[in-house]
């Protein structure tokens, strides 16, 4: 994972379109060719790397919510589930009532058209799923986890040719996401009560 990071991290330093390298491909299916890496609009945060000046240009945007913006995260998406989300979350961190620089990290790559390299294999995994120690994963309970098994990229790296998103790749994520999230999500609470009702159990046993 560092070695890829630190290849792409010298390859892209000037590109105008790369925001972000993911060590994570959350792509069910394999790849049609032998190159170890493709481009999407998404990118996962288990792990990852990025330049100091994409940072700090997308995390002090101004003007995050303007009309222009909203607009592009729209035209940019294609996907009504996931902006609605995505835009209730952004609010909520403009109103100081969510706190999470993941989300609006996203958005602002988003709207200022900055795509995510992500690994043929995921390369990454997250010790956090299904911890109760955890903040936004101790609910998992292994739902995440067992797709998504770490793998090794062959060295050195062979780059693709030109800079194409996988639009196939990234539809499929988009539905698997947000079209079925409503397993996911009752799958996270009832990882999220398992603890207590555990306890519960003890105390009856008890």
């Known amino acids: 994972f560092f070695y890829y990071c630190q290849e792409l991290l010298v390859k892209y330093k000037h590109s105008q ?3 972000m390298i993911s060590g994570n491909n959350f792509y069910t299916q394999n790849p049609k060719n032998d190159h170890s890496y493709g481009y999407s609009i998404h990118g996962g945060i288990w792990g990852w790397a990025t330049w100091s000046s994409v940072w700090s240009d997308c995390i002090s ?22 902006f609605k989300i995505l835009l209730k979350q952004v609010r909520e961190i403009n109103a100081n009532e969510l706190d999470s620089w993941a989300i609006q990290f996203a958005y602002t ?8 390299i992500r690994p043929a294999v995921t390369l990454v995994s997250n010790i956090g799923l299904g911890h109760d120690e955890a903040v936004n994963t101790k609910g998992d309970s292994g739902y995440y986890s067992s797709f998504y098994k770490t793998n090794d990229l062959k060295i050195p790296l062979l780059n693709p040719p030109k800079i194409v998103v996988d639009i196939k790749a990234d539809n499929h994520l988009q539905k698997m996401q947000y079209e079925v999230s409503f397993i996911y999500r009752f799958i996270r609470i009832l990882g999220r009560i398992k603890p207590f009702i555990n306890k519960i159990f003890l105390n009856v046993k008890c």
């Open 17 to 19: 379109s790369i925001g």
């Open 61 to 82: 945007q101004a003007d995050i919510l303007s009309e222009k913006n909203v607009e592009k995260l729209r035209i940019v998406l294609k996907n009504n589930e996931q």
């Open 109 to 116: 790559r988003y709207i200022n058209n900055l795509l995510c």
